[in-house]
């Protein structure tokens, strides 16, 4: 193995350890998109227990249930490929994307994506 050889593997090795140690500041960027998204209330039909969402907006905060429940999941594969996952807890999380036959969607995944991919983009641009 040459001389080059050897310092392009410690090259990759370094940007390695430091995108794997910034992944888990990703999740929280994540994590923080989620809650400032769906901490957000919008206009809707007032009930008992608070406002109901219009259609096609973000989940107005009801128990704070679909805020506070995510998993989160750090996948590395490989050289310099991470891939980060958030996931919602809530049976419910689903309806609320995409909707049922007696209610209208009201998506959140793209609004949080929107919200957090520039903030991860910075922390990893200068590895």
Do not use: C
């Not at 609004?111 to 991919?117: E, L, S, V, Y």
């Amino acid at each position: 193995m040459t001389d080059i050889e050897v310092a392009v593997r410690e090259i990759v090795k370094e940007i390695n350890a430091a995108a794997k140690a910034r992944a888990d500041r990703g999740l929280n960027i994540l994590r923080n998109s989620a809650l400032e998204v769906l901490s957000k209330e919008t206009h809707g039909r007032r009930y008992k227990r608070g406002v109901a969402s219009v259609p096609g907006a973000t989940p107005n905060p009801q128990t704070g249930n679909l805020r506070r429940n995510w998993s989160q999941q750090k996948i590395v594969s490989g050289n310099i490929r991470i891939t980060l996952k958030i996931k919602s807890r809530m049976f419910y999380a689903d309806f609320l994307e995409h909707g049922t036959r007696k209610m209208a969607a009201r998506p959140y995944r793209e609004r949080i994506r929107k919200a957090a991919i520039p903030k991860i983009k910075t922390l990893f641009s200068n590895l």
